[in-house]
């Protein structure tokens, strides 16, 4: 059974970094083509943050984060990292991690079926 767990959540103020880790088990990690951060603020949607591709390391970012915040990928510990600086208060949002196998749009939640429990990130003015 695949589990996704994340961790790294926490509260900090504007302009300060948090690291966010996946930590992937119970599959074979390159089954997967993508694994990807999403976000979702208390009454909005859930938005795609950034992705990777599991084979070539390819990412994708939404506009809203380029040049702030850096997904990468330790394949050795089957294990996906966000990097988030320059945090802003628009950034609090429950932090999710997913993993999908055949996704044309690696940005939006729907093209993923692996989902972890969610790690909360709050960013004060």
């Known amino acids: 059974q695949v589990q996704l767990v994340e961790s790294g959540g926490g509260s900090v103020q504007a302009g300060g970094s948090l690291r966010l880790s996946c930590a992937a088990s119970?599959?074979?990690?390159?089954?997967?083509?993508?694994m990807g951060w999403f976000r979702q603020a208390p009454g909005k949607e859930r938005e795609g943050v950034a992705a990777?591709?599991?084979?070539?390391?390819?990412?994708l970012y939404a506009d809203s984060v380029k040049g702030r915040f850096t997904i990468s990928r330790d394949n050795a510990k089957n294990t996906v990292v966000l990097q988030m600086n320059s945090l802003k208060p628009e950034d609090t949002a429950m932090y999710y991690c997913a993993a999908g196998r055949f996704i044309a749009t690696p940005l939006v939640p729907g093209e993923y079926n692996h989902w972890g429990q969610g790690t909360q990130v709050t960013v004060s003015s």
């Open positions: 990777i591709y599991t084979g070539s390391g390819n990412t």
């Open positions: 119970g599959y074979n990690y390159y089954s997967f083509s993508y």
